[in-house]
């Protein structure tokens, strides 16, 4: 069963599609990218899920169900824009929003008594925010995002600010929120953080979805299916000696001792074509296939106007 399930989301602001007709799937207990660049909708997405603003039409699931009033308890949500207040206790505040999420005193107390032992912040709690840097802030905000144990966990470009030591530190968080069973929605520009933890993706551009799926398929399907071959020879093979081959050759080079070869095969179907081709010629030490970067897939399907159709 998915966690979460929108279908045929529409919004508009002043005229302005924000989504059209968005439609995502996330399912239980995995990581789930929702990417796209600036403006694509995913904010106001996330803010319906939150039920901060209602769709014009769609509908929305959350665990099974049509997404209620008293779901707010069930979900966990850092935005992008984050807003603790600057004058008042980080202790005195992080009760009163665990209040706000349904939860008791005493809950609320033991929840944040071993998320800031965690967190090593302990002698933060009659601190106020202005005493704080903007890292030490996040930290604050993303422990009271948790600290009810959602089901489900939103968290929007949850590592600016940090540093890399912080950076480690909540990436560890989130996996190992999600390996005890939360779900987690991750809203990004940081394509490596996407390859390191998501389990599937959605991208959004201009509020349309634009693709949806496994994140090592999607890899695999917008790739140029090329093949990086690893060889030994006295030269670098020239491509007039070697007659018909059923391959056509990218680039040359040198990697790890050995000469490197990347090819276009002519049958993606018969990758082995290409080194029984290559066998008499030369000694081939390895063959990959290339697997894109999601930086690069994110840029071909926003940039490209054939992948829009």
């Known amino acids: 069963m998915n966690i979460l399930e929108t279908k045929n989301v529409v919004k508009s602001f002043d005229g302005l599609l924000a989504l059209d007709a968005v439609s995502i799937a996330v399912p239980r207990g995995l990581v789930f990218g929702l990417l796209g660049p600036n403006g694509a909708g995913k904010t106001t997405l996330l803010r319906i899920v939150n039920q901060i603003t209602a769709p014009d039409s769609g509908s929305i699931f959350f665990d099974g169900h049509p997404l209620a009033a008293e779901d707010v308890f069930s979900i966990g949500y850092l935005p992008e824009e984050r807003g603790l207040y600057k004058k008042m206790k980080i202790g005195d505040q992080a009760l009163y929003l665990a209040k706000l999420k349904g939860m008791t005193h005493s809950e609320a107390l033991a929840s944040l008594k071993s998320w800031f032992i965690r967190f090593g912040i302990q002698a933060w709690w009659n601190k106020k925010i202005t005493e704080l840097s903007k890292g030490m802030a ?32 909540i990436r560890n968080e989130i996996l190992r929120l999600k390996e005890n069973g939360t779900s987690v929605i991750l809203s990004t520009h940081n394509m490596e953080s996407v390859e390191e933890m998501c389990d599937q993706i959605a991208l959004i551009d201009n509020a349309r979805l634009m693709v949806t799926g496994n994140l090592h398929e999607i890899r695999r399907i917008h790739g140029d299916n090329h093949i990086e071959i690893l060889y030994r020879a006295s030269e670098p093979i020239n491509p007039l000696n070697l ?67």
């Open 138 to 169: 996040q930290k604050v905000q993303f422990v009271t995002t948790v600290m009810h144990n959602p089901k489900l966990l939103i968290l929007d470009e949850p590592f600016s600010g940090f540093d890399p030591i912080n950076v480690d530190l």
């Open 243 to 309: 007659g018909v081959v059923p391959f056509n050759i990218v680039s040359q080079g040198k990697k790890d001792g050995s000469y490197q070869m990347v090819v276009d095969p002519a049958d993606k179907n018969d990758t082995n074509a290409v080194l029984r081709s290559l066998m008499p010629h030369v000694s081939v030490v390895g063959m990959t296939e290339i697997i894109p970067r999601m930086h690069d897939i994110f840029i071909k399907l926003v940039t490209n106007k054939e992948e829009r159709k």
